[in-house]
């Protein structure tokens, strides 16, 4: 899988640009197209936005044990975007 993605589900939910971000990264992966030609632009537009929104439900719809931790990738998608606000 593409070590871009990271894992979006853990203590505070993901952003809007987190899913989105994961979902371009699938669809780059998948696709073999980092930038799309113009004659493909709208079929990769439309797949990064209905992955974006399945991954969004997916993880509205996940309910953690009791007492359970999140993930340890979780965390490092916290640190990163505190860097890109540090940077900003």
Known sequence: MCRSI???RGEEPA???EV???ALQFVRKVS???KP???NQEAFDRAVAEIAHA????LDD???APGS???PMARSRIVAREKRAANA
Not at 55 to 58: A, F, P, S
């Open 32 to 34: 073999g197209y980092q």
């Open 6 to 8: 990271v894992t979006l």
């Open 37 to 39: 030609s113009k004659a």
């Open 15 to 17: 952003t809007t640009d």
């Open 55 to 58: 991954t969004q439900h997916l």
């Open 62 to 64: 996940l309910v953690a």
């Open 69 to 71: 931790k999140p993930p």
């Open 20 to 22: 989105r971000a994961a």
